[in-house]
């Protein structure tokens, strides 16, 4: 179907974190919605009462879908401090203790997941309630949820149930159940409460091939919808030149998964062999996790050049990431958790500069053909800090013959990642 064709009835979007709520996900859901509005004659929302208490981000500010707030009565709006209620991120310090660890899998596990995870009773129930009058006033055909959390899926499976006119797109930006995290108890339990839940959708979609395979198994019908590349990305007319050579990473931070400190390693190395000034390089974070990324950084002191931004906004993140080098990539890949593209990554390829991508584990052909077919940078694996710090020496000596410049990536070979692109071919599957 192209946007020139019939435009088809209604789309109902169910996400418990919906912009401009500050949130990764929210980011995808901004242009899913943004790209609907061609093929939709209308888009309503259901979405949290709870975002109303979280930190909110201008630049994500969604227009003219029809959006209502339901009451969720969950652990997270009973919080008993309000930085809490503001923001939904946990710090990496408190993820890596055993009784948060152990209360995550619990809040991932069906049936604990009913009443700990974000949603709850009270959220599903209502937002049922509003969804069946949205469909009964004959202005729904199509169901988009979200996951995480598990509540909106839930409502759409009982939406289906009653209405089974209903196209059901059931949307996972993270695995239900992750072999590597092992994030939920009796796997083989929970992965029969995964078809049930989602026996009744048409469509399920996810965001790379990795996390594909994996749903293949709790669906017969999946598909690939990646992130994607913004249709319209901030520009800037005349980006100010960087005084030193700038690597930036504008994300998060998993500990047991990924970590920049391999490209701290070989700077640190750089720098005692005087092969590079530290009047001459710079360090930027920006994101939630900056207090382990400050114990990185002392870690390899390298404090020295080391910048924190803190958690800026979505539209602050693009211009740092268009004002910057080198833009650092951080993913995974072990043999039950291959094609890890995150979302990192199409904002990267945005960006138009070039991407260093760092990869625990082992080799994955998915990241590296299309790193070749973009021309998007260069990927370094474990075990590879002499390879990355001579790649690292190397862009620094050709930033100062061309005295500081700015590279830029081809980008016009992206075009197919691009979210106008992704909403055309997906909504021809239809």
Known sequence: MSKQSVPLKGL????????????????????????????FENIHVLTSSNT?????????????????????LDLRRFSLYKKARQSPHVS????QKSIFRWFQKAMDSFPFSLLLADGGPVYIYLSYRKGKKLVQ????????????????????????????????????????????????????????????????????TTVSK?????????HHHTYLLPNGIASAPISLQAPPLPTKFTISYTGSLYPELQSPAPLFTAIRQLLDDQ???PNDIQLIY????????????????????????GFVSYAEAQQLQQQTHLNLLLSWSFPNAKGILTAKLYDYLAAGRPIIALVNGERDLEFEQLFQGLEAGKIFYTGQGKVLGAYVESEMAIWRETGGSLSNLATGRSREYRWDALMERLVKVF
């Open 52 to 72: 109303q208490l979280m930190r909110q981000d201008a630049s994500l500010e969604p227009h003219s879908p029809h959006i209502q707030s339901v009451l969720a």
């Open 137 to 204: 006033a004959g202005k729904i055909s199509h169901l988009f949820s979200s996951f995480r959390p598990q509540a909106d899926h839930i409502v759409a499976h009982l939406l289906k149930r009653k209405f089974p006119q209903l196209y059901w797109i059931a949307d996972f930006r993270d695995l239900p159940i992750d072999p590597i995290r092992e994030n939920v108890f009796w796997p083989k339990w929970q992965a029969r409460w995964q078809r049930f839940l989602l026996k009744k959708a048409d469509l399920v």
């Open 210 to 218: 990795g996390l594909l395979t994996h749903m293949q198994g709790l």
């Open 92 to 95: 990496t310090t408190i993820k």
């Open 286 to 309: 920006a994101g939630k996790d900056g207090t382990y990324w400050d114990q990185l950084i002392r870690a390899h002191q390298l404090k020295s050049i080391s910048l924190n931004k």
């Open 275 to 277: 092969l590079i000034s």
């Open 12 to 39: 109902l979007i169910l996400a418990y974190y919906f912009p401009p709520v500050h949130v990764v996900g929210a980011i995808r859901l901004f242009h899913f919605q943004h790209e609907a509005k061609a093929y």
